[in-house]
Nanobody, 122 residues
Framework: QVQLVESGGGLVQAGGSLRLSCAASGSIFSIFTMVWYRQAPGKQREFVARITREGTVNYAESVKGRFTISRDTAKNTVHLQMSRLKPEDTAVYYC????????????????WGQGTQVAVSS
């Protein structure tokens, strides 16, 4: 019904930058909140950033001031600009979105992408 595809991951040195993107497609009626989570090896998935349809943003304390989330509503995309990266930012980054579909227009469901790997070397 709804597919989310992340891109932009890779290997970068500490202090560097990366820009992740996530494009949503499929039977989309409306997209509400879009989020980024990450999961490091051996750890639980953790919240990174959130942006509502109205543009309100929230960040995890660990990335505040270094990461910026943005969205292009017309293109059903969300981005995560990551700066001053640290080795502890190494993880698989997942995009998520709360979406109502053309089959279910009233109650949004949370959809996830497959993830994109980010590795930060020291």
């Amino acid at each position: 019904q709804v597919q989310l595809v992340e891109s932009g991951g890779g290997l970068v040195q500490a202090g560097g930058s990366l820009r992740l993107s996530c494009a949503a497609s499929g039977s989309i009626f409306s997209i509400f909140t879009m989020v980024w989570y990450r999961q490091a090896p051996g750890k639980q998935r953790e919240f990174v950033a959130r942006i509502t349809r109205e543009g309100t943003v929230n960040y995890a304390e660990s990335v505040k001031g270094r990461f910026t989330i943005s969205r292009d509503t017309a293109k059903n995309t969300v981005h995560l600009q990551m700066s001053r990266l640290k080795p502890e930012d190494t993880a698989v980054y997942y995009c998520g979105a709360d979406v109502t579909t053309t089959h279910q227009t009233s109650v949004p469901g949370r959809y996830w992408g497959q993830g994109t790997q980010v590795a930060v070397s020291s």
